[in-house]
């Protein structure tokens, strides 16, 4: 078998008809394979700096030889910015990652909430100092994406000088950001950097209230933000049929609880805080909303549900949209199932609702 040429890179010995973005991710999961997570950091962090020696010598990367490049891929678009120099490897890793994927990179900004978990990460200040830090680590990644030049930052946390990449994000001015946090300081963050601020299934009252909060903070540097609610929509045929699933999983969750000797602690992150306060109202909340699950664990994460038909369900989501909720992020407690259920119904009929009513809108 003939050695192959290369002095000629993947890409031109291919002869691959396909966009270079794809035909990289074809070339990418043939070479590392499923499993290799652990190593793509390593090739990323070189990648970037072989990218800066070499794009004068060969132009494209559509041409660099193999000899010269390493192989790149990135899966976990969400972290936490601490100790990594942005302007180093994330900020950069970002934009080659959008490059490669055609723009379709987004990034979840995650600060931290809880005290005892940061400090088992090597992170040990408060609440405020975490979110001052994540305010200047995104000043300089939003200026990595977009300087045309080389720039300088010196803040507390991070300092940086003659920072630039070369490589921009096909999405314009660059990728999106989404933000969460609820206390004051998170919400200060998100109108200065966010493009989606995302929050959990609240009720209604409690997301107008954020939703002109975030709003108010955006205006102060003249920008506006987008929204995302994060909900797990539980669906059947019949109401009645829907709720006694809820009430099935809700026995689920106390039994599987019972057994591994969870103990329900005070959550000492704020949206968690809020989805308790709500909670504590009553576990069927506005026309949907249940909060069963979050009762029952504290309300960690992502655990409030609609409940109903799906097109009881998707009038609810219209609901929020009418707040200001533009993107939904759903999921189920039973991932696969629930998933083809949302993809042949909920979704189409939520789309459905919601072109009607900008039409609606539109007419008057």
């Known amino acids: 078998m003939a050695e192959p040429d290369y002095s000629k890179s993947w890409y031109q010995r291919s002869g691959s008809k396909l966009p270079f973005s794809e035909s990289l991710a ?18 990323l962090e070189v990648f970037n700096k072989l990218r800066d020696q070499y794009a004068n010598k060969y132009g494209d990367w559509e041409d660099w030889p193999e000899s010269e490049y390493l192989k790149f891929k990135a899966e976990d678009a969400s972290f936490r910015p601490m100790f990594v120099q942005p302007h180093e490897q994330k900020a950069r890793q970002f934009a080659t990652l959008d490059v490669f994927n055609g723009g379709r990179t987004a990034v979840h900004i995650i600060t931290g909430g809880d005290d005892r978990e940061l400090r088992a990460d090597g992170s040990h200040i408060g ?36 920072a630039h990449s070369t490589v921009k994000s096909p999405q314009q001015p660059h990728i999106p950001l989404y933000f969460g946090g609820s206390s004051p300081a998170a919400i200060a963050v998100a109108g200065k950097h966010a493009d989606v601020y995302a929050l959990w299934g609240e009720t209604y009252e409690q997301v107008r209230e954020i939703v002109a909060q975030v709003r108010a903070e955006a205006a102060k540097h003249g920008r506006t933000i987008r929204f995302s609610l994060s909900l797990r929509p539980i669906l059947a045929e019949t109401e009645e049929l829907a709720w006694a699933r809820a009430d099935s999983i809700l026995q689920q969750a106390t039994a599987l609880a019972q057994k591994s000797g969870f103990v329900r602690r005070e959550p000492p992150n704020e949206g968690s805080r809020r989805l308790l306060a709500a909670a504590a109202q009553g576990s069927r909340l506005d026309k949907r909303l249940w909060t069963g699950i979050a009762g029952l664990l504290g309300a960690q994460g992502n655990s409030t549900s609609l409940v109903g038909t799906p097109e009881q369900v998707a009038e609810a989501l219209v609901d929020y949209y009418d707040l200001g909720i533009t993107t939904f992020l759903i999921r189920g407690f039973d991932p696969l199932n629930d998933a083809i259920d949302y993809g042949k119904r909920l979704i189409p009929l939520t ?11 539109q007419v008057a």
Not at 351 to 361: D, F, N, P
């Open 26 to 43: 074809n070339h990418l999961r043939n070479e590392l394979g499923p499993n290799a997570a652990h190593r793509y950091d390593a090739y």
């Open 127 to 162: 609440k405020d100092e975490r979110y001052a830090r994540t305010d200047e680590y995104l000043s300089v990644v939003r200026q990595e994406w977009t300087s045309e030049q080389p720039f300088d930052f010196a803040g507390t946390y991070f300092q940086v000088e003659g």
């Open 351 to 361: 789309r459905q609702l919601i072109a009607e009513r900008e039409q609606a809108q």
